[in-house]
């Protein structure tokens, strides 16, 4: 692996066109923060044996693994594969805890605050499978926080015609990514290919972050669908109104199931915080970072935003907050359920 990277890092050009794409980058200006300047350091370090510097390790950690300078770059250096073998190879740890150990813990405390919202899923009786088993993956999001969107998921499958066979409620690793800690995300991996039964169709995400973590996963792949793809298959018209936009997530290359009348959000002024959960593990940095990757008040105010991404959600709800905007944040799932074309259409 060691080599492998030495000659992925080999291959930048400098050209410098990551430049132009880096969230972080064009936040702060700050070459050591772009995919280009750590590649010139790590070239020195694998030719000159040099000794990689404890704030450089840290600093890995402050890169969004959102891998939009993958796409850009010509050489296809896969910045994110990159760093995270690196943390795990330096043992880089996030404070004193693992993170994945902290993430869990800040769940928990959003669940004991939420759990008043916490909804039921209406099961329809009446329900006509013909569509084939599928897994549900709930994600921790779901399973701690946000259980709506599960619910609305569900309903929305129920109503398609599949037969959701298994709810998964194993987190999909995304936190050990982030710590760098390859060996529990090996393990967590391992855990979930066992969980899915062999007849499914469909392992369907409502998440995508969830999604993409899972995709990294080869056993999955083949099966591994999103919600809104799933509303493609089936030709679903979702409804839209004047004041629906869509935030994309940074980690989303391509597009997102949706009525063409919704607009989507500027995505370069994102507030993608939740991506490498920065919000949550580098809330100065997070804050400094808020002018350049918020959205302005006019784009968003009085309006119901829909993400495909329920950490992206979590990052829109706190910056809503904080903005102190009558702004709605909808889950892809929830937007979808209330759609009406939805009910029509399976009469
Ligand atoms: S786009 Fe790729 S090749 Fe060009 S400087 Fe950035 S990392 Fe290097
Ligand atoms: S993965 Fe995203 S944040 Fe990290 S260097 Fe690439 S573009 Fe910048």
Redesign the pocket.
Known sequence: MDSDIREEVY?????????SVCPIYLATKNEML???GR?IILNNFYNYNKKLSSKFIKNLDLCLNCNL?KN????N?D?REIFTFLKYQNNYKYSFLPFSIIFFLILLTYKIRKKNILVKREINQSRNIKQGNILYFQGCINKYVNPSDKNAALNILDKLGYNVVKISSLCCGLPYLSDGNLKSFQHNSTKIIDSVPSDIKYIVCSCDSCYETLKRIPELTKRLIRLDDILKLNNFELTSKASFVYHKPLIRNDECYLPKEIKILNKKGCCSLMENFLLLKHRKFANQLMNNFAYKKDDIENKTIITSCLLSKFGLEYLIKKMKLNTNVYSYAEYAEISESIEKQCL
Do not use: E, V
Request: hydrophobic share 30%; with cysteine.
């Open positions: 291959k930048c050009s400098k050209c410098g066109l990551c430049q772009l995919a280009r590649y300078c850009f770059c010509p050489s250096i910045a």
